[in-house]
C-alpha cells in the first residue's frame, strides 16, 4: 500500500503521535500556530496530506473542496486507530517503526552510541546499544520499557478490528 500522509485536526493530536510511531509521516494542527479551518484544508491540500478530523463541518467542507478528509470515530486513541484499519486508510505496522519522530514528525536515523553520550541518562546508556536520533528536535530514542507498552497498545487496537 502506497503510504499516505495525515493532517491530523487539534482534537487528534495524540492520534497524531500513534500514526508517526507507526510510520506514517503526520502533521498535527495542534503542533500549528494558526487554529483556522481554512489553513488546515490549504495544508491537506497544499501538501497532499488526509485531513483526519472529529468535526462533521469541517470534513464536509473539504469534500466540497475535494480534498481526501476522513471523519475519524472512536474516542479513546485505540477506538481511532481501529476505525482507521477497517476502513484502510492505516495499516497496523510493527512498533514502533522508527520512521518518524513522535513528538515533531521529524525524520529518525540510527546513531551510534558514541553519538548519545551525555545525551541520555548514564543508566540508559549503559544498557542499551541501539539508538536513534530525531533529525529535527534532536529527541534521543531506545528500545526502553515503553516499547514493550507500544506493542501491548497495538494488540489493543488488533483487538478492537
Ligand atoms: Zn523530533
Redo the contacts with the bound molecule.
Keep these: 500500500m502506497e503510504s499516505m500522509k495525515f493532517l491530523a485536526d487539534a482534537m487528534l493530536g495524540k492520534l497524531a503521535e500513534w500514526l508517526r510511531i507507526l510510520g506514517y509521516d503526520t502533521v498535527s494542527a495542534s503542533d500549528l500556530s494558526i487554529l483556522d479551518d481554512d489553513y488546515l484544508l490549504d495544508i491537506a491540500e497544499g501538501e497532499d496530506r488526509v485531513l483526519l478530523t472529529k468535526d462533521r463541518e469541517l470534513f464536509q467542507r473539504a469534500q466540497k473542496e475535494d480534498i481526501q478528509a476522513v471523519l475519524v470515530e472512536g474516542n479513546s486513541v485505540e477506538e481511532q486507530l481501529a476505525y482507521l484499519v477497517k476502513n484502510k486508510v492505516i495499516e497496523l505496522r510493527d512498533v514502533p517503526s522508527l520512521d518518524r ?1 513522535p ?4 525524520p529518525l536515523v540510527k546513531v551510534s552510541k558514541g553519538e548519545v553520550k551525555g545525551l541520555v541518562p548514564v543508566s540508559v546508556y549503559m544498557s542499551h546499544d541501539e539508538f536513534w536520533m ?1 533529525t ?4 534521543v530514542y531506545w528500545k526502553g520499557s515503553h516499547w514493550k507498552k507500544m506493542k501491548e497498545f497495538v494488540e489493543r487496537v488488533k483487538s478492537l478490528i
Design positions: 519522530c513528538r515533531c514528525n521529524g530525531c529535527n528536535c534532536g529527541q
